[in-house]
C-alpha cells in the first residue's frame, strides 16, 4: 500500500503541475477576467504541497505551518473571484459576510491554536464551507442569466465542478482523520480516495482550460 500511495502523491502533484502550466498558456484568454488570480492559486498549491512533502520526508511531522499559511491565501483568493464574478448584489452580501466568518476563524486560530504544530481545523472547515456556498451561489446566478447557454465554455463553471465534488467528498473526511485518526489500513483508503477526488478535480480544471473561450 505504501508504494501505492507514493505513486498517488507523485501523480497528484503531476496533475498540480500540468494545470498550472496549461493555465499559463491559456493566461491570454482570461487575464481581463476574476480568473486572473489561478494561476496564482494554483502555483501557491503546486508549491504548498511539494515544500509540505518535503518537510515530511526530511524533517518528519508536523508541517502544518505550511498548510496554514496556505489556508488563508487559497480561500480568500476563490472568495475574490466569485465575488467579482456573481453580479447579484444580495448574493454579493451573503460572500462578503462569509468572508468575514472565514477571517474570524482564521484570526481565532491563530490566537488559540498552535500555528506551528497543529493544523487550522476549524479554519479549513468554515473556509471549505463556505467556498462551497459560493460555488451554489454562482450556479444559482448563472442559471438566472444568459451565461448559462455558454455554459460549456465558461471557464469557471468547470473550476467550479470541480471544487464542490472536491469538496463535498473531502469534507468528511477531514473531519474523520482529524478527530479519529490512527495508522491503520481504514485511513490510507482514506488517502487514496483523497488524492482520487483531488486528481478528479484537477481534471475538471483542465477541461475548463481545454473548452473555454475568451473571458472580460
Known amino acids: 500500500m505504501e508504494s501505492f500511495l507514493d505513486s498517488m502523491r507523485y501523480a497528484h502533484l503531476a496533475i498540480y503541475a500540468i494545470v498550472f502550466i496549461v493555465s499559463l498558456i491559456k493566461f491570454p484568454l482570461y487575464k ?50 466569485f465575488l467579482k464574478t456573481i453580479d447579484d448584489k444580495k448574493f454579493k452580501l451573503y460572500i462578503k459576510c462569509g468572508i468575514a ?13 498552535d500555528f506551528i504544530g497543529s493544523g487550522f481545523l476549524s479554519s479549513y472547515m468554515a473556509g471549505a464551507g463556505i467556498l462551497v456556498f459560493c460555488i451554489i451561489l454562482y450556479y444559482i446566478n448563472i442559471l438566472q442569466s444568459s451565461r448559462v447557454l455558454v455554459i460549456k465554455n465558461d471557464l469557471l463553471f468547470w473550476v467550479s465542478v470541480g471544487l464542490f465534488l472536491f469538496y463535498i467528498g473531502y469534507i468528511p473526511i477531514k473531519i474523520i482523520r482529524s478527530w479519529f485518526y490512527k495508522p491503520d489500513s481504514f485511513f490510507e483508503i482514506l488517502l487514496v480516495i483523497q488524492f482520487s477526488l ?15 473561450k475568451r473571458r472580460s
Do not use: Q, R
Not at 103 to 112: C, E, G, K, Q, R
Not at 198 to 212: C, D, S
Open 32 to 81: 481581463n477576467s476574476a480568473l486572473k488570480v489561478l494561476p496564482i492559486i494554483l502555483f501557491f498549491t503546486l508549491l504548498t504541497e511539494s515544500l509540505g512533502w518535503y518537510i515530511v520526508n526530511e524533517y518528519g511531522p508536523p508541517n502544518a505551518i505550511v498548510y496554514n499559511i496556505y489556508y488563508f491565501f487559497y480561500f480568500s483568493l476563490f472568495y475574490y473571484v
Open 101 to 113: 466568518v472565514f477571517w474570524l476563524f482564521y484570526a481565532s486560530d491563530w490566537v488559540f491554536t
Open 198 to 212: 483531488i486528481i478528479i478535480m484537477y481534471l475538471f480544471f483542465l477541461t475548463g482550460f481545454l473548452w473555454m
